[in-house]
C-alpha cells in the first residue's frame, strides 16, 4: 500500500515537472525505509483517516519539502506536549516539594534589600527577555524600586541615552523565572500577596525569593553581596535620605528611600566659619570609635543631638545635609505633623534606626510639642489660653485624652524616644525650629542638646558670601551649560573658547596660548564678581532678609551678576513693602478670628448662663411646689389682684441677701419698738406700703371697670371678689389658729434658724396686706402679706404669714419676724405654678 502511495506521490509530483523528480524519488526512497519499520496496516490507516489519506496535499508536502515521516511527527508533538504539560505540572504542583532539593532566600518589602535586589533582577538580561513582563513607567514612586536605575543621580538623568532607558522599564511578571548566575540555574519567583492588601485597595504586597538547586546556598549569598556591593558603589558620593512614612493606612511605619543625593559641598553652607569648624570637630569626635568605648565605660548612652534654630530660609535643613554627605552617613528624616509620627509609630521607626546614622526631626516646633512637660492642662498655648482656667482644665483633659487615642505624640512620649531606656544608641540627632523659645527645657537640655547653632538673617558678610558662591566659576559647569566649544562665564557677554575644544591638530604653542588667555579671563571674571559682591551687599539692610530670600532674588538673574547688583535696591524695597502688606493683612485677618472667636465665647457662655439660671429655676419650682404642699395647712390663698410692681432680676443674690437684711433690721427695729409701745400700727413704713397697695389696687380695679363696658358690672364683680377673699381669709386665719404659736423666745429663735436655712434662695418682696392691728403679749396674731415673688421674669405672688412683735411661730415652722411687713417666708402651694393665679388675701385676728 505504501509502495503505491509513493507511486501516487510521483505521479503526482511528475506534473510539477523534472525538477521535482528527484525529490519524488528520495521520497519513495524514505516511503521505502520507512515502510520497514511501519508499525503495520493500522498506523496507516489512522493516518489516512487523520489527514485524509496519503494523497493529500498536506502529507505531500511535508514529503517533497521537509522530508519527513509523517508517521514520527505523532510521537514527537505528543512528547514534546507531554514534557511540557509535565513541566508545568511540576513548576507549579511539585516545585514546592522540590524545595527539599533547594535553597531559598526570601526578601522583605519593608526591608532595603528587597529594592537592591528588584534593581538588580531589572537589569538583566533574562528579565529584559522575559516574555510575561510588567511594565513600570517611572512616575509611580511605590514600584519605583523595580527600575534598573533608580539610584541613578539627577546628573545622569541629563544624559540621553539614560533618558531613553528611564522612560519605561520592564520587570518579569509575577511567576517564576529562570536564569543562571555563576553558572547554576536560578529561578527567581515574584508572588503577588493579596493578603495583606485592605479590601478593594489597590496596592498588593508582592513577595520575591532566589532560589538555587543543591543544599548550598553559596550562590545565592554571593549574589545578595554582589548586588549591595554593585549598589554601594554608587552610592558612595551622594546621601542617601529616607523618610518616615506608613507602609498603608492602618500598617507600620517603615523608613523609605525617599531620593540620593550628590552630597551637598559642606563649604557651600555659608555660615560663621568658627560654628562650622566647632561642629565638625564634635561630629568627628564623636563618631571616633574611642569615644564610643569613652562613653560605655561611663555609662554614658552614647548619643549626640544638636539643635539649629532661628529664622525660615536661613539655612538649617542645608546644614544637616551637608553634614551628613560630609560624614557619609544616611539621613533619616521625619516630619513631626505627620502620621508617621504619631508615638507608637515613631517608636517604631527609631527602633529601626541603623546603628550610625543621622535623624533629623525638623519642625518640632510646629508638632504640638510647645508646651512644658509640667504644664499638664495644655497642648496648645494660643488656644488655651482663650479659656477660662476651669475651661482649658477641662477641655484641655478631653484634648489629652483625644490625642492619646489618636496616639499623637506627647512631649513625654517624644522624650522617651529620645533617650529613654529603650532607644537605640550610636545615632547622631538633629532638631531643627523656627522657634527655639517655644520648646520645652527639658527638649533641649544637655544630652539631648548638646550644642545649639543659631541661625540669623543674612548679614554684610554673608550677603557677599551668597553672591560669590552664585557667580562663582565652575569648570563643570561650562560643559554643562554652554553648547560644546563655547564656554560663557558668568556675566560674560561674549564666549570663551576653552583651551581643549579645539581640535588636536593645534600646535601645542597655540593651545598653551588659549589656556593661559582661558585663566586670565577666570581671574579677571572672580575679582570681577568679588567687587560686585562687595557692593551688592552694602545695598541690602543687615538682618531683613534671609538667605533664601536674597538666593531666590540672585536666582533671577543667573546670568547677570551686574543687573542683580543693580535692581538689588529695588527688590529690597519691594520686598519689605509686600512684607508690610502681609504682615497688616495678617494682622487684620488674625484680630478678625480673635475677634470671631471671643464672639462665640461670648456666645456660648451666654447660653451656659441661661441654661443655668433655667435650671436654678426649675429647682426653685420644684422647691416651692414641695414648701406649698407641706405649707398648705396655713391656708393662704392667693388673688389675682395685680399689683404692677416692678419685678427685680430673679438671680440676684445679693438682692435676696439685701432684703433679708432689711427685713431683719426691721424686725428688730419693729420687735424693739414693739417691745417697747405694745404695738406696731404706729409704725410709718407698713401703712405707706399699705396705702400703696391699696391705691394700686384701686387703679386696677378702675382699669378692669374702664375695660368693662358696664361699671356696675366691675363693681359687682369687685364686690364678689372680696367677698370671696373674705371669706378665704377665714377660713385661712381658723386653720391658722388652730395652730398654737409657741411663745418660747428661743423655740422660736431655733426655728427661724431652721427656716432660714431652709428658705429658697429668690427674691422676695413684700407689701403689707393689711397691718395687723397690734394685739397684747401673748395673743397671737397673723398677718397675711401679699408677697411678690419674682423669678426669671415670671411674677408670683403668695401669701405669707407673719406674726407681729414678739409673736412665734405656729407649727408650720417658719420664720416669725417680729413686724408687720416682713417676710415669713411662707409660700402658697397655689405659687408653685407660673400659671397659679396670684391671691392676695387679709386677715385680721
Ligand atoms: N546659610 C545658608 N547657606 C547656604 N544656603 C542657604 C543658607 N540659608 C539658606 N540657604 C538656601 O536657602 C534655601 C533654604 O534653606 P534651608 O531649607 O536650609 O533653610 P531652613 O533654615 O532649613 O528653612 P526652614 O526653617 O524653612 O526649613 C536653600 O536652597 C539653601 O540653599
Request: hydrophobic letters at 30%; a positive charge.
Amino acid at each position: 500500500m505504501l509502495m503505491n502511495v509513493a507511486a501516487m506521490v510521483m505521479a503526482n509530483s511528475g506534473i510539477l515537472g523534472a525538477s521535482t523528480s528527484d525529490v519524488a524519488q528520495n521520497a519513495t526512497t524514505v516511503l521505502n525505509e520507512t515502510a520497514a519499520a511501519a508499525t503495520g496496516p493500522v498506523m496507516d490507516e489512522q493516518l489516512n483517516s487523520l489527514v485524509g489519506g496519503f494523497t493529500s496535499p498536506i502529507l505531500s508536502w511535508i514529503l517533497r519539502y521537509l522530508h519527513v515521516d509523517p508517521r514520527l511527527l505523532i510521537p514527537i508533538v505528543g512528547s514534546i506536549s507531554f514534557f511540557t504539560f509535565a513541566w508545568q505540572f511540576l513548576e507549579q504542583h511539585a516545585l514546592d516539594q522540590l524545595e527539599w532539593f533547594m535553597c531559598t532566600v526570601n526578601l522583605r518589602p519593608e526591608d532595603e534589600i528587597y529594592a537592591i535586589i528588584s534593581s538588580w533582577i531589572a537589569a538583566q538580561p533574562f528579565a529584559q527577555k522575559s516574555r510575561s513582563f510588567v511594565v513600570n513607567s517611572g512616575s509611580f514612586n511605590s514600584r519605583r524600586f523595580w527600575d534598573p536605575y533608580w539610584w541613578w543621580d539627577d546628573e545622569r538623568e541629563d544624559e540621553e541615552d539614560q533618558k531613553e532607558k528611564r522612560g519605561l522599564y520592564f520587570t518579569p511578571a509575577p511567576g517564576n523565572h529562570y536564569f543562571w548566575y555563576q553558572r547554576r540555574l536560578l529561578v527567581f519567583r515574584r508572588k503577588c500577596n493579596r493578603e495583606g492588601a485592605g479590601y478593594m485597595s489597590a496596592t498588593e504586597r508582592e513577595e520575591i525569593s532566589i532560589s538555587c538547586f543543591g543544599y548550598n546556598p553559596w550562590v545565592l549569598k554571593k549574589l545578595l553581596y554582589d548586588a549591595y556591593t554593585q549598589y554601594n558603589s554608587k552610592e558612595d558620593d551622594k546621601t542617601l535620605i529616607y523618610r518616615g512614612v506608613m507602609k498603608n493606612t492602618w500598617g507600620t511605619a517603615v523608613w523609605q528611600r525617599s531620593v540620593s543625593k550628590v552630597s551637598r559641598p559642606f563649604d557651600t553652607v555659608i555660615l560663621n566659619e568658627g560654628v562650622k569648624k566647632n561642629i565638625i570637630e564634635d561630629i568627628q569626635d564623636y563618631l571616633s570609635p574611642a569615644t564610643r568605648r569613652w562613653y560605655s565605660n561611663r555609662g554614658i548612652p552614647y548619643r549626640r543631638g544638636y539643635l539649629l534654630h532661628g529664622p525660615p530660609g536661613t539655612g538649617k535643613s542645608s546644614l544637616s545635609l551637608a553634614l551628613a554627605g560630609y560624614f557619609k552617613m544616611r539621613i533619616y528624616i521625619v516630619s513631626l505633623s505627620s502620621v508617621a509620627a504619631a508615638e507608637e509609630n515613631l517608636s517604631t521607626l527609631f527602633a529601626d534606626l541603623p546603628r550610625k546614622c543621622m535623624v533629623l526631626l525638623e519642625d518640632i516646633d510646629t508638632a504640638g510639642l510647645t508646651h512644658t512637660r509640667e504644664d499638664n492642662n495644655s497642648n496648645d498655648n494660643n488656644e488655651d489660653n482663650a479659656h477660662s482656667d476651669d475651661d482649658s482644665d477641662r477641655r484641655s483633659g478631653s484634648r489629652r485624652k483625644r490625642h492619646a487615642k489618636e496616639g499623637r505624640l506627647s512631649l513625654s512620649g517624644l522624650l522617651n524616644i529620645l533617650d529613654g531606656v529603650a532607644s537605640q544608641e550610636g545615632r547622631i540627632l538633629i532638631m531643627t525650629t523656627n522657634h527655639a523659645e517655644k520648646l520645652d527645657k527639658a527638649l533641649i537640655r544637655p544630652g539631648r542638646v548638646d550644642l545649639q547653632i543659631k541661625f540669623d538673617r543674612a548679614n554684610n558678610e554673608i550677603s557677599t558670601a551668597i553672591f560669590r558662591a552664585m557667580y562663582g566659576h565652575f569648570d563643570n559647569e561650562q560643559e554643562r551649560m554652554q553648547p560644546k566649544h563655547i564656554r560663557l562665564l558668568p556675566g560674560q557677554k561674549g564666549a570663551i573658547i576653552s583651551p581643549d575644544s579645539e581640535s588636536d591638530s593645534e600646535p601645542e604653542e597655540v593651545k598653551q596660548q588659549r589656556e593661559a588667555k582661558y585663566k586670565a579671563d577666570v581671574a579677571k571674571e572672580k575679582t570681577k564678581i568679588l567687587n560686585l559682591s562687595v557692593k551688592f551687599a552694602k545695598k541690602i539692610p543687615a538682618e531683613t532678609f534671609s538667605p533664601a530670600e536674597i538666593q531666590g532674588y540672585l536666582l533671577k538673574n543667573k546670568r547677570t551678576p551686574e543687573k542683580a547688583v543693580e535692581g538689588v535696591e529695588q527688590w529690597c524695597k519691594d520686598t519689605i513693602k509686600e512684607r508690610e502688606e502681609k504682615e497688616k493683612k495678617d494682622e487684620e485677618e488674625k484680630k478678625k478670628k480673635e475677634e470671631k472667636r471671643r464672639l462665640r465665647k461670648e456666645k456660648k457662655k451666654k447660653k451656659r448662663q441661661e441654661k443655668k439660671s433655667k435650671k436654678t429655676d426649675t429647682r426653685r419650682a420644684a422647691k416651692r411646689g414641695n414648701g406649698a404642699d407641706s405649707g398648705s395647712n396655713s391656708g393662704s390663698d392667693s388673688d389675682s389682684g395685680s399689683d404692677s410692681d416692678e419685678v427685680p432680676p430673679p438671680h440676684s443674690k445679693t438682692r435676696i441677701k439685701e432684703v433679708r437684711s432689711k427685713r431683719r433690721r426691721d424686725d428688730s427695729e419693729s420687735g424693739s419698738s414693739s417691745s417697747s409701745n405694745g404695738s406696731s400700727s404706729e409704725d410709718e413704713a407698713p401703712r405707706k406700703r399699705k396705702s400703696k397697695a391699696k391705691k394700686s389696687r384701686k387703679r386696677k380695679q378702675e382699669s378692669d371697670s374702664d375695660s368693662c363696658d358696664s361699671s356696675s358690672e366691675g363693681e359687682t364683680s369687685r364686690k364678689k371678689s372680696i367677698k370671696s377673699k373674705k371669706s378665704k381669709c377665714k377660713s385661712t386665719k381658723k386653720v391658722s389658729k388652730d395652730k398654737k404659736i409657741p411663745k418660747d423666745d428661743a423655740s422660736a429663735n431655733d426655728t427661724k434658724k431652721k427656716v432660714e436655712s431652709e428658705e429658697p434662695k429668690i427674691c422676695v418682696e413684700t407689701e403689707t396686706e393689711a397691718a395687723a392691728s397690734p394685739k397684747s403679749d401673748k395673743t397671737e396674731k397673723v398677718n397675711l402679706q401679699q408677697v411678690e415673688v419674682k423669678c426669671d421674669g415670671r411674677q408670683d405672688k403668695g401669701l405669707l404669714s407673719a406674726t407681729q412683735g414678739s409673736a412665734k411661730s405656729g407649727d408650720s415652722g417658719y420664720e416669725t419676724p417680729s413686724e408687720e411687713g416682713s417676710i415669713s417666708g411662707r409660700r402658697s402651694a397655689a405659687n408653685s405654678g407660673a400659671a397659679s393665679p396670684l391671691k392676695e388675701t387679709t386677715v385680721q385676728t
